[in-house]
């Protein structure tokens, strides 16, 4: 089992450049969940997934934060375009029913935007 | 109503210590209570959780401590080691059907210096 797997690991962008982030979850976890952690916020839900359909958005900051889960292998979070604002460390985690086994979290992006 | 205060930020004890972290919730519909630990360059993994019905679930040196009336719960670290020194996250979600992803709190660096 590779875990869940994020690219890139580090990502350095101009601001107003379009960034992608991208997860692979684990085989069989039908839940997947993007975070954002910074050191004045702590870890902020985004977005979450179940069984490839978006169940809550909330956490998106704005319009220009979007995130896709076209199969059950694979998720983007994009956003168009950067600001520096944005700088922090993307986290994916993927979880299967009962939750209760908790969330594998990915190894994270981090994005620095100047 | 979906937060969650943790505390103290930051918690420096000794080798053999017992660092205690608190947590505090507010949305009664919660039921389920994790923390997570974090080394850096690394996501969070989970290291223990609880669920309302019972008020202490200990896993080797790890011990929850649960208060349902007064909505707090704390993690306590028996025989503290420099190798347990990593950020702790405590986090509550609602399960089941309708339930909602994890919510975490903004964590506590824990240094056990030797």
């Known amino acids: 089992d590779a875990g869940v797997i994020q690219s890139p690991r580090h990502e350095v962008t101009e601001m107003g450049q379009e960034v992608t982030l991208r997860c692979k979850p684990i085989?069989?976890?039908?839940?997947l969940f993007w975070y954002r952690q910074t050191m004045m916020r702590g870890l902020e839900l985004l977005i979450y997934?179940?069984?490839?359909?978006?169940?809550?958005d909330s956490g998106m900051p704005e319009d220009r934060f979007s995130a896709k889960m076209p199969n059950a292998s694979f998720s983007t979070l994009k956003i168009q375009p950067s600001e520096p604002r944005d700088s922090a460390v993307y986290f994916c985690a993927s979880s299967r029913p009962p939750h209760d086994y908790g969330y594998t979290f990915g190894s994270g992006t981090r994005l620095t935007v100047v | 109503q979906q937060q969650v205060k943790q505390s103290p930020q930051s918690l420096i004890v000794q080798k053999g210590g017992i660092p205690i972290i608190n947590c505090a919730y507010e949305n009664t519909a919660f039921d389920y209570f994790p923390w997570y630990q974090q080394f850096p360059g690394k996501g969070p993994a989970l290291l223990i959780a609880i669920r309302p019905d019972v008020s202490e679930k200990k896993e080797g040196r790890f011990t929850i401590s649960f208060n349902k009336s007064a909505k707090q719960f704390s993690l306590h670290i028996m025989d503290s080691q420099p190798g347990d020194s990593a950020t702790y996250f405590c986090a509550a979600s609602i399960s089941g059907q309708a339930g909602t992803a994890l919510i975490f709190g903004k964590g506590t660096t824990l240094s056990v210096s030797s």
């Open positions: 085989s069989g976890h039908n839940s």
């Open positions: 997934f179940n069984n490839n359909v978006p169940i809550d």
